[in-house]
Nanobody
Framework: QVQLVESGGGLAQAGGSLRLSCAAS????????MGWYRQAPGKQRELVAR???????NYADSVKGRFTISRDNAKNTVYLQMNSLKPEDTAVYYC???????????????WGQGTQVTVSS
């Protein structure tokens, strides 16, 4: 089993910044992707940002230019630097990782328990 432990959530003012961290531990084979999703009240969970082991990134249009995802492969840790925060960013943020089994076309997916980010106006 792989565990994902998130940290860095909390309260921020509009225009402020937060940095989220997510560390993977346990029976890891090779994590190919790590990312962040979020879910606001009354909305479906959406992808915020994702990064591959090679450094390729994807961002939701709503956060492009404001958020930056990065990872430390040696530590199996992913970060989300959130700048210029808006009240619309308020949500529970979930860390996600996809672990590739060696010599198999199989991936294991893991989720963190979520961390609350609240941005006041």
């Amino acid at each position: 089993q792989v565990q994902l432990v998130e940290s860095g959530g909390g309260l921020a003012q509009a225009g402020g910044s937060l940095r989220l961290s997510c560390a993977a531990s346990g029976s890891i084979f090779s994590i190919g992707y790590m990312g962040w999703y979020r879910q606001a009240p009354g909305k479906q969970r959406e992808l915020v940002a994702r990064i591959s082991s090679g450094g390729s990134t994807n961002y939701a249009d709503s956060v492009k230019g404001r958020f930056t995802i990065s990872r430390d492969n040696a530590k199996n840790t992913v970060y989300l630097q959130m700048n210029s925060l808006k009240p619309e960013d308020t949500a529970v943020y979930y860390c996600n990782a996809k672990d590739k089994r060696p010599f198999q076309a199989l991936w294991d997916e893991y989720w963190g328990q979520g961390t609350q980010v609240t941005v006041s106006s």
